[in-house]
């Protein structure tokens, strides 16, 4: 992959940033996944700078995005996130809509719709 610099100089290029994702992840679930709890913010602005980045349709992305949409699905609703939304109208700032069952199936990318009933 070609290693390309990242706006956020917490990220040294896109590579770090897409294991970043996977760590946070792959973070081992005690009572709920780590990603829903201390963690929870990372994830937003993670998903952001990716967004940012144009790597949306990423395949590792993509394949992160599954994982973290089943654990929405499989776990408790994840926290409101209090913080302003970068991108309010994107999939991963309607957790709660998702997990409810009230977020239109048609607004998720297409390789997340399968995963709703």
Do not use: C
Not at 8 to 18: R, V
Not at 27 to 37: I, Q, R, S
Request: charged share 35%; glycine share 4%.
């Amino acid at each position: 992959m070609d290693k390309e610099k990242s706006p956020n100089p917490q990220f040294s290029d896109i590579e770090d940033l897409i294991e970043e994702y996977d760590a946070l992840l792959s973070y081992p679930n005690t009572k709920y996944p780590y990603v829903f709890v201390y963690g929870g913010w990372m994830f937003y602005d993670l998903r952001d700078q990716i967004h940012e980045l144009g790597l949306d349709d990423h395949p590792e992305v993509k394949k992160l995005d599954r994982q973290f949409l089943k654990k929405v699905l499989e776990w408790v609703p994840p926290d409101d996130y209090k913080a302003e939304k970068k991108y309010p109208n994107m999939w991963w700032h309607n957790l709660q809509e998702i997990k409810q069952g009230t977020y239109p199936k048609e607004k998720l990318p297409e390789h997340l719709r399968d995963l709703l009933k």
